[in-house]
């Protein structure tokens, strides 16, 4: 259907909640159980189908009497005690593809995720025949200096340097060995398990954290074919190689990576059900791919849905609270064509459609969230709808084979998320939420030797301003506060285009407040820490 999806999904995915929390958080596993092919939905792409939704589905703020002027932020109520960051898909690039290197790191090093997700196809580093893994002696034949192989050293090499968390993964295009293709090939994970050796051990990139099997299994793209047995037994085998390597406890395991997107809340969270029932003494952690469209967004439907899938693995997983949940994925579904192309990644607006997605994720409960994605470049993507030029995915902060390399506007507040709310900080609680439709605030504070830092960023995903608020913290002291506004005539860069400072408010007294113009749809971030913090 046409334009904004009704609202029911998520209405039915917190009334299955309440059912399941009533029952116990009942039921077991069923060893054939898979998501039935007419929900599957999806294509060969990436994964999902193309999707169209009117452009773009805009809140109003409602009457000015309905806007609070004061926003309390209670840093003794936390949300998440040690948040994980702001991350980025970061894959390697195809070998021989005349790249600017220099130029993609100046702005990582502006960027400063907390953590990256980067995945290769098995084949990189396995040799093939005609499609098939090479097998001698019962062994895959490895190829370490692959050239394919060699670009993902370059990402690796720098994330190691620069104290980046590295989430790795195989992209789950496995050619098999012979017959078998599935995640449950235990000659997949034997491979794997070599290379995770490898990466760690032999060549010391101890900046592998975590290891991520396959992509999206819940998709009739996957091997898995969204076959939850397939991915249950693969995983299994994958943990057993890596106690078997005794590996474990240098690499964790996460997962489901499954996706979501507008209209698939409830098959979505029976996977991650599942997945938490079944799979909770292998996985020591939990993620998702998360693609809502922009009408659920400036509505607050991101920030119930999250909270209710982590509430999923606080109750399926004995261990879950414990645990962390990630968005390993994520960005807005709008108008996503069928070559896997987002049409609105240039404009203003997608920056606060992602502004505001990462602050309900965050206020919902996850402990990190990483955006798709850096660079077209590192995705090719060629078909029916890709028109003149070079044949990639769009939904990158830059394309770095395009003529304009520029950095989309995008960039701006997800940069200034990594930069100001960092590994290691405490989310915590502000309120009223919403503080009118379509308006957000998130938080946080990170102990700064007997002091804090804190950071907060206001978000209106609204179609006019909302005039002046006043931020509150009771009982703080005075503070100077950096101020950066993102907004669509208002964004303040230095020389080399990265977000600068627009005002420094210097002796606030906190506690009595500091007031705020939001004069448009647009994000506003004011924190203690310095410009070269963060």
């Not at 005609?130 to 490895?142: E, F, K, L, R, S």
């Not at 879950?320 to 996503?336: H, P, V």
Request: net charge negative; with cysteine; proline share 6%.
């Amino acid at each position: 259907m046409k334009g904004k999806r009704p609202d029911f999904p998520v209405v039915l995915l917190l009334l299955w909640l309440v059912l399941y929390a009533c029952s116990g958080g009942g039921g077991t596993w069923v060893a054939d159980y898979e998501v039935p092919p007419a929900q599957r939905g999806g294509s060969a792409v990436h994964g999902w189908p193309p999707v169209t939704v009117t452009t773009p589905v805009v809140v109003s703020r409602g009457p000015v009497g309905d806007t609070p002027s004061t926003v309390i932020i209670d840093i003794n109520t936390i949300i998440t005690d040690n948040f994980k960051g702001i991350g980025v898909e970061f894959d390697p690039y195809a070998p021989g593809l005349p790249i600017d290197w220099d130029m993609i790191t100046s702005r990582l090093d502006f960027l400063k995720p907390a953590f990256v997700r980067t995945m290769v196809e098995t084949w990189n580093y396995v040799l093939s025949d005609n499609g098939y893994a090479v097998i001698d002696d019962q062994q895959p034949v490895y190829r370490w200096n692959n050239p394919s192989m060699l670009e993902a050293y370059k990402v690796l090499d720098y994330c190691q340097k620069n104290g980046i968390d590295v989430v790795w993964g195989d992209w789950g295009d496995w050619f098999g060995n012979l017959t078998e293709k599935t995640y449950a090939n235990t000659m997949w994970s034997m491979a794997i398990g070599e290379a995770v050796n490898h990466l760690v051990n032999k060549k010391g990139y101890d900046c592998v954290k975590r290891y991520n099997l396959g992509n999206e299994p819940n998709g009739d793209w996957s091997q898995c074919n969204g076959d939850f047995k397939c991915y249950h037994d693969g995983v299994q085998n994958m943990k057993a190689e890596l106690g078997r390597r005794k590996l474990g406890d240098m690499v964790s395991m996460s997962g489901p990576s499954i996706f979501g997107w507008t209209g698939n809340d409830e098959i979505f969270a029976g996977w991650l059900q599942q997945t938490t029932q079944n799979l909770w003494k292998q996985l020591s952690s939990y993620d998702i791919h998360w693609y809502p469209s922009s009408g659920d967004v400036a509505n607050g439907l991101v920030e119930s849905t999250i909270r209710a899938f982590r509430q999923i693995i606080n109750t399926s997983d004995p261990q879950g609270s414990t645990k962390d949940f990630f968005i390993l994925e994520s960005g807005l579904i709008d108008d996503k064509t069928h070559c896997d192309r987002q049409p609105h990644i240039a404009e203003f607006q997608y920056g606060v459609w992602m502004a505001d997605l990462a602050a309900q994720a965050i206020r919902g409960g996850v402990s990190g969230i990483s955006a798709w994605d850096l660079d077209d470049a590192s995705h090719p993507s060629c078909c029916d709808d890709a028109g003149p030029g070079p044949c990639y995915k769009e939904w990158g902060m830059w394309s770095s084979v395009a003529v304009d390399k520029g950095m989309r506007p995008w960039f701006y507040p997800w940069s200034l998320l990594s930069r100001l709310f960092p590994k290691g900080s405490q989310v915590v609680s502000a309120g009223p939420n919403p503080v009118a439709h379509g308006v957000r605030v998130l938080a946080m504070k990170k102990p700064n030797a007997d002091k804090y830092d804190l950071s907060v960023m206001i978000v209106n995903n609204a179609d006019s301003g909302i005039g002046t608020i006043t931020i509150k913290i009771p009982n703080a002291g005075k503070a100077t506060l950096n101020q950066y506004n993102y907004f669509e005539i208002d964004r303040t860069v230095d020389g080399q285009g990265f977000p600068a400072v627009k005002t420094v408010l210097t002796n606030v007294d906190i506690a009595e407040g500091v007031q705020v113009n939001i004069p448009s749809s647009g994000v506003v971030f004011l924190t203690t820490l310095s410009a070269g913090d963060g």
